[in-house]
C-alpha cells in the first residue's frame, strides 16, 4: 500500500524525513519534534557547535552535525559546505529555524517547495532583525510570525501562513517576543505537516491549498493567502 503526496510517492512504513538548520536554542527545531505527526526529523545542522539545540537533539536521541564558518577557508566554501551536508543527508523537507546564515541562490533551486522558513515578523512587514523592538517602535498594532517558502532574497519568499498577535500597551521587546513565540510553535509543525501532506504546495510561484488546510488555518486562527 501507498500514500501520495506532493514530494513523492512513500510506502506505508517510510516517514517523510525533515533536515532542519539552527544556530541557536532551538526552540521551533524542539516544537517540530514534539507535535511531529507526518513526519520525522532525520538530522539536525547547526552553524553554531555551542548551540542549545544540539544539547537537547543529544538528549532527544536525534542525529546532529555541526558545520561552522571558522572550518572552511571562505563563506562561499562554508555555504557549500551547509548545502552539500544537507543534500547528504537526503530530507523530504528542509526547514530553517533561527539558521543565521543568508543561503545562496543554489540552495532554493536544490530545495525548490521544499524550502521553508519561520520569521518573527508579518512578512513583508519588518524583514531582518530585531523585529518585535521593531514593531513596538514603528507603532504596530499587530505582530507575529511568517512561515515561508525560502528563495534567493532574505525574507522574501512565498507566504504560506501567519500566526497573528496584538501589540499591547506597555509591551517590551521581550514579552512581545515570548507571545510571538508560543504561536511560532504551533504555526510551523502545522505547515510542516500540511507540506508533507501535499495540502499546501508552491506551484509557478503561487503558494497553492487544498481544502483541507484552508479548513485548519481558520479553525487555528492562522492567516493563509487565498
Known amino acids: 500500500m501507498f500514500f501520495v503526496a506532493f514530494l513523492g510517492i512513500y510506502p506505508v512504513n517510510r516517514t517523510p524525513t525533515l533536515t532542519v ?23 539536525v545542522i547547526s552553524s553554531n557547535s555551542a548551540a542549545q539545540g544540539l544539547v537537547w537533539a ?17 563563506l562561499a566554501a562554508f555555504k557549500a559546505g551547509v548545502l552539500d551536508a544537507v543534500l547528504r543527508s537526503q530530507p523530504d523537507v528542509v526547514a530553517l529555524a533561527g539558521f543565521m546564515v543568508v543561503l545562496q541562490p543554489e540552495f532554493s533551486e536544490a530545495f525548490g517547495g521544499r ?16 523585529t518585535h523592538q521593531r514593531a513596538i517602535a514603528s507603532g504596530e498594532t499587530e505582530h507575529g510570525c511568517t512561515v515561508h517558502f525560502v528563495d534567493s532574497g532574505v525574507d ?11 501589540v499591547l500597551p506597555g509591551d517590551d521587546a521581550a514579552a512581545l517576543a515570548a507571545r510571538t513565540l508560543a504561536v511560532e510553535h504551533s504555526l510551523y509543525p502545522w505547515v510542516t505537516a500540511s507540506l508533507v501532506r501535499g495540502g499546501v504546495q508552491l506551484a509557478e510561484g503561487r503558494v497553492r491549498y487544498d481544502a483541507q488546510a484552508v479548513r485548519e488555518a481558520h479553525e487555528r486562527g492562522f492567516r493563509i493567502f487565498v
Open 156 to 166: 522574501t519568499g512565498p507566504r504560506i501562513a501567519q500566526g497573528v498577535v496584538p
Open 21 to 43: 538548520l539552527i544556530s541557536g536554542r532551538g526552540s521551533n527545531l524542539i516544537a517540530l519534534h514534539e507535535r511531529a505527526s507526518n513526519y520525522r526529523i532525520g538530522l
Open 58 to 74: 543529544a538528549q532527544a536521541g536525534v542525529p546532529s552535525q555541526v558545520v561552522e564558518r571558522g572550518t572552511f577557508p571562505s
Open 115 to 130: 524550502l521553508i522558513n519561520i520569521h518573527p515578523s508579518l512578512l513583508p512587514r519588518l524583514p531582518g532583525l530585531d
